[in-house]
């Protein structure tokens, strides 16, 4: 989850948080275990969003947020240009979002911003995904010394995400459903797979994804120039509107 720290007023705004998400959502979808075909009896419903804040807003001294939870329980939502800024950087969070298999609402400029999703993408996926598993891997490796196993739900979704990064740098395209991975992941899950099974796993995955990246068919840099258009024309849009 993002981690961004914003000060503002929030008694200022005439737009109250849930009013950015109910009445200003672009694109809405469900995420997590769900849309990754892992979901199990009791899990959750991860709901994600990215919200248009008006333009009307940005000519004040407090500015609207860059991100917001709720109304709903687990759900997180995006203003428009944070989300924009962070998928052209590669975040895998931010890229899977807009790569949905279930997707609860979009409007006309959530269309345009859908039509755009290979635009974010390029070969900065392999470090972006790497370095996250890296991180999460290591936390995974403390997890071990210090309680004697890892957290095998965090195992499982590390192998989800190498597995995604391989499969994108080698067809150029995001595919998050598991498929026919869902059985041994969720054996990972179950703490059914020895560490050091799950530890080479992790290996050949990343090797693989490492062989695939130097002749990936993904461009070399997102096009930061159709996403800058995209963004001036419905931040104009809506400036027009009020």
Request: glycine share 6%.
């Amino acid at each position: 989850m993002p981690a961004d720290d914003l000060v503002r007023d929030r008694a200022s705004s005439p737009f109250p948080p849930g009013d950015l998400v109910r009445d200003h959502t672009i694109y809405a979808c469900v995420m997590g275990s769900r849309a990754f075909g892992l979901a199990t009896e009791g899990s959750d419903t991860d709901r994600r969003g990215v919200f248009l804040a008006p333009t009307a807003l940005y000519w004040r001294f407090e500015k609207p947020p860059t991100h917001l939870d709720g109304p709903a329980d687990e759900q997180f939502s995006w203003e428009l240009e944070r989300f924009c800024a962070l998928a052209l950087r590669a975040n895998p969070n931010i890229l899977e979002c807009l790569h949905s298999p279930h997707v609860e609402h979009v409007t006309e400029s959530g269309r345009e911003l859908l039509a755009l999703r290979e635009a974010f993408l390029s070969r900065r996926v392999h470090e972006t995904f790497t370095g996250y598993a890296l991180g999460q891997r290591k936390k995974l490796e403390a997890d071990l010394r210090v309680h004697g196993a890892p957290r095998w739900k965090h195992a499982m979704h590390l192998l989800r995400l190498l597995m995604s990064c391989r499969d994108l740098l080698r067809t150029g395209r995001l595919t998050i459903d598991v498929g026919d991975q869902r059985d041994p992941l969720l054996a990972v899950k179950r703490g059914e797979v020895p560490w050091p099974e799950v530890e080479a796993w992790m290996d050949r995955l990343a090797a693989e994804a490492r062989v695939a990246a130097p002749d990936s068919p993904l461009p070399a840099e997102p096009d930061r120039e159709r996403i800058t258009d995209f963004l001036f024309r419905v931040r104009r849009a809506s400036a027009l509107a009020a």
